[in-house]
């Protein structure tokens, strides 16, 4: 059984705890094409930071170049956003997120921009833990130039205009694990939930959480054999367990021990909890040797691995490791910033 806190007396039942309607976090009407998986994935952001209470003005958006850039535009019209050059958004997110460490970023990219032009960008904001969701929407082609292959194309994929691909794809799994990242996760568009859940405990996670989200094209890679289609996806997804979050508000309390499948349950930094099921008894998401381990078995079997796949809550943020303070440095007067001018004195005394 769970216990919520209850919306306040006479409240409209559509308002959530911030006193705001779903229609508040929505974007302009999309110019994606119909089915495109994008779509689902910015209708489940949506969801998610409604039902989480986020206030949008607390929020930054970015994104890079490419159809998957676009979507910041499809939620959270209230909220202020950078869409940015080609491979170029982590440092543009960087910057922000270290001038006003008080507000939320999330950044919508796609495997070209995160796994060609911007791999460099993306592995050093991972290493650096930016406090920030960064998910890549990959649907394994450059969709808004006409369908060319990407990097994280499986090799033998036959396109109508491409040819085949002859070269191994990118994982931005593996790769975000390997470059330290703090939080990472896999999901499909086709399973809204699951990418709704993923999504609420990204944001409750304090440092860079990794969601890379297969997202159908279906006008370029629709295939049904293509490895990044609705019907391979549906056919071969392999979750590692069921996900549940749980907002710090709550309390837990279970009526009776669960008999099937091992309950792991994952307590993240403000003090929400990931509600594991293991579908695969004995999946560890806090150890990384085996994050590694599941993730190059799924690709040597062209397994479709969705679900939390690692988490480490622990690691300091950018923003921790150089001890800002609370006031946002974008707020700092110059009074704040400059040394007392006492203090100048005596240190041109020293120096002279």
């Known amino acids: 059984m769970v216990t919520e806190t209850l919306p306040m007396a006479g409240a409209p039942s559509n308002l959530n705890k911030a006193g705001l309607a779903k229609n508040d976090y929505r974007g302009n009407p999309t110019t994606l094409c119909q089915g495109c998986g994008h779509n689902s994935i910015s209708n489940q952001i949506i969801s998610a930071l409604y039902e989480m209470d986020i206030v949008p003005e607390d929020v930054l958006k970015f994104s890079g170049i490419g159809c998957s850039s676009k979507s910041p535009t499809y939620f959270l019209n209230?909220?202020?956003?950078?869409?940015?050059?080609?491979?170029?958004?982590?440092?543009?997110?960087?910057?922000?997120?270290?001038?006003n460490a008080q507000m939320r970023g999330i950044a919508v990219s796609g495997d070209g921009d995160t796994a060609s032009i911007g791999m460099g960008q993306f592995k050093h904001v991972m290493r650096r833990n930016v406090n920030m969701i960064y998910i890549i929407e990959n649907n394994g082609v450059y969709g808004l130039t006409k369908g060319q292959f990407?990097?994280?194309?499986?090799?033998?994929?036959?396109?109508?205009?491409?040819?085949?691909?002859?070269?191994?794809?990118v994982d931005i799994c593996m790769e975000a694990i390997i470059s330290n990242a703090t939080f990472v996760a896999r999901s499909f568009a086709g399973n809204p939930k699951q990418v709704k859940e993923l999504l609420k405990a990204a944001l409750s996670h304090h440092g860079i959480a990794v969601l890379d989200i297969i997202s159908p094209c279906v006008t370029f890679n629709d295939q049904a054999?293509?490895?990044?289609?609705?019907?391979?996806?549906?056919?071969h997804e392999q979750p590692l367990h069921e996900i549940s979050y749980i907002p710090p508000r709550n309390e837990i309390m279970l009526e009776r021990e669960m008999e099937a499948g091992e309950i792991r349950e994952v307590a993240l930094h403000d003090g929400s909890h990931v509600i594991l099921k293991n579908l695969e008894k004995g999946y560890d998401p806090t150890n990384k040797e085996e994050a590694l381990r599941v993730s190059n078995e799924s690709a040597q079997n062209n397994w479709l691995l969705t679900g939390l796949i690692y988490v480490n809550p622990e690691k300091p943020t950018l923003t921790d490791t150089f001890n800002l303070v609370d006031t946002p440095m974008s707020r700092l007067t110059e009074t704040d910033l400059r040394p007392d001018k006492s203090m100048i004195e005596k240190v041109n005394a020293l120096m002279f």
């Open 150 to 169: 990407s990097a994280t194309a499986e090799k033998g994929l036959q396109l109508k205009k491409q040819g085949e691909n002859p070269y191994m794809p």
């Open 78 to 99: 209230r909220t202020f956003g950078f869409n940015s050059l080609h491979g170029r958004m982590p440092s543009i997110a960087t910057g922000a997120l270290f001038g």
């Open 225 to 235: 054999t293509a490895y990044h289609s609705y019907a391979w996806g549906k056919e």
